[in-house]
């Protein structure tokens, strides 16, 4: 099994460009989660999906979309990028109520 | 909404010793306590989690204990290795089916050879 999977693992982009992240699981795993991570701050959820059909905002949802595309996929999209929006990404997933496993992470820089 | 508050940033420590790494949490109804490390350039896995309805919790040579009246836990890292070294991070949570994990922010813990 791959887990969660993240693409891409790089992304630059300039200032008012869009771009969407993708992530996916393997594990049959309902909710899945898009973090971001800045230096000293810790994790902090972006938006979050209980299950297929269902999303709903966390603690920074602003400048953000996403969509559960199927039970394996779900997308972050940056309609238009922000310097603030520079960040590392990642994608969770988990069975109701237990461990959330991380992807790799995309490291995205807008300029 | 929730507020995690994590200290300390920094950590030295001897190889062999212990290391004890805090957090305090604000809304009484989080009921999930997990820790997760990250290595540098890696993702977040985690290590240990503890639930409200236990004070302590074990695995080797970590352990997490939780006061839910201060409404404080901490982890507990005893013989301490090199491949200890990394940040870690605690978090809290109120039960959902979807746990909106809030989490402090990190704590580098080196271990000095």
């Known amino acids: 099994n791959a887990g969660v999977t993240q693409t891409p693992k790089f992304q630059v982009l300039k200032t008012g460009q869009s771009m969407t992240l993708q992530c996916a699981q393997d594990m049959n795993h309902n909710s899945m989660y898009w973090y971001r991570q800045d230096p000293g701050m810790g994790l902090r959820l972006i938006y979050y999906?209980?299950?297929?059909?269902?999303?709903d905002k966390g603690e920074v949802p602003n400048g953000y979309n996403v969509s559960r595309l199927n039970k394996r996929e779900f997308s972050l999209r940056l309609e238009s990028a922000a310097p603030s929006q520079t960040s590392v990404y990642f994608c969770?997933?988990?069975?109701?109520?237990?461990?959330?496993?991380f992807g790799p992470g995309t490291r995205l820089t807008v300029l | 909404g929730e507020n995690v508050e994590q200290h300390p940033s920094t950590l030295s420590v001897q190889e062999g010793d212990s290391a004890v790494i805090k957090c305090t949490y604000s809304d009484s109804a989080s009921n999930y306590f997990p820790w997760y490390k990250q290595e540098l350039g890696k993702r977040p896995q985690l290590i240990i989690d503890i639930r409200s309805n236990v004070g302590e919790k074990k695995d080797q040579r970590i352990a997490v204990t939780l006061n839910k009246t201060a409404k404080h836990f901490s982890l507990h890292i005893t013989e301490t290795q090199p491949e200890d070294s990394a940040v870690y991070f605690c978090?809290?949570?109120?039960?959902?089916?979807?746990?909106?994990?809030?989490f402090g922010s990190g704590t580098q813990l080196t271990v000095l050879p």
């Open positions: 969770a997933s988990s069975l109701a109520g237990q461990e959330q496993f």
């Open positions: 978090a809290a949570s109120i039960a959902g089916s979807a746990r909106q994990l809030t």
């Open positions: 999906s209980a299950s297929e059909g269902t999303t």
